[in-house]
Nanobody
Framework: QVQLVESGGGLVQPGGSLRLSCAASGSMFSRYAMAWYRQAPGKQRELVASISSGAVTSYADSVKGRFTISRDNAKSTVYLEMNSLKPEDTAVYYC?????WGQGTQVTVSA
C-alpha cells in the first residue's frame, strides 16, 4: 500500500507562488509516474500535471508556463511549483500514485 502526504498549501495573493510537496511511502517510488490533481468547489477533479518515471512531464493547458512538476526519487517526493497564481487556481490539490490519493492540501488565491 502507498501512503501519500501533501504539504505546502495555503493562502496567497494573485501573482504569488507556492510549492507543494507530496511524500510517498512504499518501495520502488522511482518506477512509477506521479501526478497532481485539483478539485475546486462544485467542480470535478482535474489533472494538473504528471511526471513519468523517466521525468517526462505533462501539464493541463490552464497551468502551462506557470506550474512545474518535479520529483526527487531519493526522497520519494514529488513537487509542484506554482507561480503567477490566479484566483481560478483555488482548489484542493491532491497527489496521485498508482491509484492512491493523498488527503489533499488547500490552495487559496485571493487578495
Amino acid at each position: 500500500q502507498v501512503q501519500l502526504v501533501e504539504s505546502g498549501g495555503g493562502l496567497v495573493q494573485p501573482g504569488g507562488s507556492l510549492r507543494l510537496s507530496c511524500a510517498a511511502s512504499g518501495s520502488m517510488f522511482s518506477r512509477y509516474a506521479m501526478a497532481w490533481y485539483r478539485q475546486a468547489p462544485g467542480k470535478q477533479r482535474e489533472l494538473v500535471a504528471s511526471i513519468s518515471s523517466g521525468a517526462v512531464t505533462s501539464y493541463a493547458d490552464s497551468v502551462k508556463g506557470r506550474f512545474t512538476i518535479s520529483r526527487d526519487n531519493a526522497k520519494s517526493t514529488v513537487y509542484l511549483e506554482m507561480n503567477s497564481l490566479k484566483p481560478e487556481d483555488t482548489a484542493v490539490y491532491y497527489c496521485w500514485n498508482r491509484g492512491y490519493w493523498g488527503q489533499g492540501t488547500q490552495v487559496t488565491v485571493s487578495a
